[in-house]
């Protein structure tokens, strides 16, 4: 059996002499230099939602690198594979139709509430900002017996990562799946804690995050200690929110990426993760803290060494250095097995060239808890209009207007924007917010 059975036909393919009457309508010709090796679902290509050909082949190879029941590739994110996830729980809610979740969770889904008709409870942790949810917290949660399912995000944006095992002794123990959000996790099958190893249900990577795959890269994975048998429903699922258009070059990505892991791929990523280790003791000597511990993201938190994140990105920037993300309190920096050595020299002299300031005292405003007016779904179907955020007080979010900063969005839709909320938008620059028509 091929290692890279997609790889190895869309390369013969766009060797042979072919003449393309089929879609894209480039034919192969060049423009960016990849038109080549996208196709469509020709002859032996397969197709993506009823593979039985080569896609089916390659997501057994993924399977089996991140030893899993099923794997089944997204060439739509794992926004995709959340919309999938939520749903596939839903087939088995026994009439329930609540789902507790994690509240920092990512818009998408915010969607797959609203597409799903599914309705949430939230799940804050201890500390708002890092939304660190414990078992014991989990477990206290789960005594009323209303909901289907539970869904965490971890790690996340910021490199906090849970503990996944000890919540997914719990859910079972409530006889509940464990959805996680492992959208920047799919590297930690290399680090001995990828989510399918420690007991979740099922979870979605974003393999193009962390590992060397094309922007849209994803995998949906069923464990092996799934409690229900997920893996019958997933291609319906996928395909219910899917494109019918998938890209053979992200699949064909993925697919080369799979004999990359089969490979030596994890002592490389060992390798990195002790660059990243190297790097962020020169920083603590420089007097930089961070937050997280993500092996391989390192988030600065800027004012420690008394910047703003913004600042500090810009001055990177200047020097060729694009981080991931930045707002005023981080900085983060996400690392892979591409970055060589030299990616990391390049990091330790801009940051020891840095003059050294005094810290910077002004702290973000805190993300508080708001009062929920109507459902997600309502408040995403309902008349909206755009309204300045100074206006906006006592007005329901109606959709959503962060993904990430600060990790915990200030407001979900459906909930009543207070002062508190105002004062949080406007820290993150945030100065439109869209409102349910009243
Ligand atoms: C925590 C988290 N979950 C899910 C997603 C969505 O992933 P994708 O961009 O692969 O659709 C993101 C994207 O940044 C994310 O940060």
Redo the contacts with the bound molecule.
Sequence with gaps: MSKTPIYDFVQKYAQGENVRLHMPGHKGKRNLGCEMYDITEICGADSLFEAEGIIAQSERNLSSVFETRASFY?T???????RAMLFMAMQYADGKKKVLAGR??????MSALALCDADVDWLYGDDLYSCKISPDELDAALTNGEYFAVYV?S???LGNVLDIKGLSIVCHKHNLPLIV?N??GAYMKFTGNHPMDNGADMC?D?A??TLPCL????YLHISKSAIKPYEKDAKRAMSLFASTSPSYLILASMDKANEEMLGDFKNKVAETCRLCDELKAELSHLGIEFTGREKLKINIKPKTAGFLGTELASLLEKNGIYPEFYDKDNLVMMFSPGNGAEDFERLTSFFRGLKKREPVQQTAPVVKRLERAMSVREAVFSPQRSVPVNLAEGKILASACV??PPAIPIAVCGEIIDKCAIECFEYYDIDVVNVVEQ
């Design positions: 997204s739509e994110g794992s926004s995709l594979c959340i920092n969770a990512h818009k998408s889904f995000t790690p996340d944006y959000d959208a920047h979605c974003s193009h995050k922007t849209g890269s994803a993904s990430c």
